[in-house]
Antibody, heavy 123, light 107 residues
Framework: EVQLVESGGGLVQPGGSLRLSCAAS????????MNWVRQAPGKGLEWVSY????????YYADSVKGRFTISRDNAKNSLYLQMNSLRAEDTAVYYC????????????????WGQGTMVTVSS | DIQMTQSPSTLSASVGDRVTITCRAS??????LAWYQQKPGKAPKLLIY???SLESGVPSRFSGSGSGTEFTLTISSLQPDDFATYYC?????????FGGGTKVEIK
């Protein structure tokens, strides 16, 4: 079964750090481009970051640029999001999501999503 | 960034109704548009990609149309399982953006 499972969420104080993980299974992880998408409580979806299949190309939303770092370990079938200098407005469920196509060299729809992990930034 | 505007934000309908949701892009995105369904506490589910292509396993009562800046998602005959929130998403560029969502409620 194709699956993504996030972990690492929790309660953190403003200015703090957190590292999210996403474990992939059921597909050739190293062939797919991956993303993080978040959803604040009661709000819509916001794309956060993208990483190419090899990890060589990375993009961020302006709202997290300079504070968040996306990475992947294809040997461990894992995706990561290092979040530093966290703010109250970063409070959200964070989803890892797979681009539908392999190696299409352009953006795509998200065909596989994890169940999400909740990050709460509060003192 | 490309802004995506969905309408309506809430829609009340009955089982069996034909439902149409609109999504407008602030600039042309060709056909690089997807539609998702999300139920409370769950991850979004891909319904439509490339504006009108039905994702595998999605019922044929769902259809998408449009290109450029105007797109629609249609549910031909609303079923009880379809009461949810629907989002459009553009993938014309790597600054991916979503619409604000349309909640389909029971009338």
């Amino acid at each position: 079964e194709v699956q993504l499972v996030e972990s690492g969420g929790g309660l953190v104080q403003p200015g703090g750090s957190l590292r999210l993980s996403c474990a992939a299974s059921g597909f050739t992880f190293s062939s797919y481009e991956m993303n993080w998408v978040r959803q604040a409580p009661g709000k819509g979806l916001e794309w956060v970051s993208y990483i190419s299949s090899s990890g060589s190309t990375i993009y961020y939303a302006d709202s997290v640029k300079g504070r968040f770092t996306i990475s992947r370990d294809n040997a461990k079938n894992s995706l990561y999001l290092q979040m530093n200098s966290l703010r109250a407005e970063d409070t959200a469920v964070y989803y890892c999501a797979r681009f539908a196509s392999r190696g299409s060299a352009r953006p795509d729809a998200f065909d596989i999503w994890g169940q999400g992990t909740m990050v709460t930034v509060s003192s | 960034d490309i802004q995506m505007t969905q309408s309506p934000s809430t829609l009340s309908a009955s089982v069996g109704d034909r439902v149409t949701i609109t999504c407008r892009a602030s600039q042309s995105i060709s056909s690089w548009l997807a539609w998702y369904q999300q139920k409370p506490g769950k991850a979004p589910k891909l319904l439509i990609y490339k504006a009108s292509s039905l994702e595998s396993g999605v019922p044929s009562r769902f259809s998408g149309s449009g290109s450029g800046t105007e797109f629609t998602l249609t549910i031909s005959s609303l079923q009880p399982d379809d009461f949810a929130t629907y989002y459009c998403q553009q993938y014309n560029s790597y600054s991916l953006t979503f619409g604000g969502g349309t909640k389909v409620e029971i009338k």
